[in-house]
Nanobody, 119 residues
């Protein structure tokens, strides 16, 4: 039904930038949401940012303001997360997830892409 594939992660130095991509299939509703999450060992999965497929809303976690930007290209069925001024504490596995319009929670998840930021 819904398939999400993340890409764009890698090993970078502090201060570098990365753009993560989430290729999404099965999303057709303008009120569907796609979000980015991240997870490190020993911690719960953390919300980073979300965007409505119809482009009527963008949401960021309070701790993510300023450095991360979420966007989408519906024609390419892709959601992006632009990450600037990366810090070692940004090291995590980054996941994209989908929440359909009639659901309260994100029910579909990708496999994740590793982002490692060295000092």
């Amino acid at each position: 039904q819904v398939q999400l594939i993340e890409s764009g992660g890698g090993l970078v130095q502090a201060g570098d930038s990365l753009r993560l991509s989430c290729a999404a299939s099965g999303l057709t509703g303008s009120n569907d949401d796609v979000g980015w999450f991240r997870q490190v060992p020993g911690k719960e999965r953390e919300f980073v940012a979300g965007i409505n497929w119809g482009g009527n809303g963008i949401f960021y976690a309070d701790s993510m303001t300023g450095q991360f930007t979420i966007s989408r290209d519906n024609g390419k069925n892709t959601v992006y997360l632009q990450m600037n001024s990366l810090k070692p504490e940004d090291t995590a596995v980054y996941y994209c997830a989908a929440r359909l319009a009639h659901r309260f929670e994100y029910d579909y998840w990708g496999q994740g892409t590793q982002v490692t930021v060295s000092s």
